[in-house]
Nanobody
């Protein structure tokens, strides 16, 4: 079993900051790419940012310069530092990990249950 658990969501005013965390646990052998996705009401889930095991990152254009993704490989944890938040950042944020379980040969995608971020005055 592999679990991804997000934390750090909440209500924040426009222009404010939040830091999301996602910890992966279970029978993990390796983690390749980890990332954050979000789904706003009435919209499809979209990529926010990803980070490879070596540290290379990728961001959606809408968050470049405002969000920073990082990871702690020793803790199997990925973070999303969000700054200069806008109302349009309001969404449920989901953590994703491309993970190889102990005793298997392939990587598979696992998802957390999500954490809600609301940007409103």
């Amino acid at each position: 079993q592999v679990q991804l658990v997000e934390s750090g969501g909440g209500l924040v005013q426009p222009g404010g900051s939040l830091r999301l965390s996602c910890a992966a646990s279970g029978s993990i052998l390796n983690i390749n790419v980890m990332g954050w996705y979000r789904q706003a009401p009435g919209k499809e889930r979209e990529l926010v940012a990803t980070i490879a095991s070596g540290g290379s990152t990728n961001y959606a254009d809408s968050v470049k310069g405002r969000f920073t993704i990082s990871r702690d490989n020793a803790k199997n944890t990925v973070y999303l530092q969000m700054s200069s938040l806008k109302p349009e950042d309001t969404a449920v944020y989901y953590c994703n990990g491309n993970i190889r379980r102990i005793g298997t040969v392939r990587f598979a995608d696992y998802w957390g249950r999500g954490t809600r971020v609301t940007v409103s005055s």
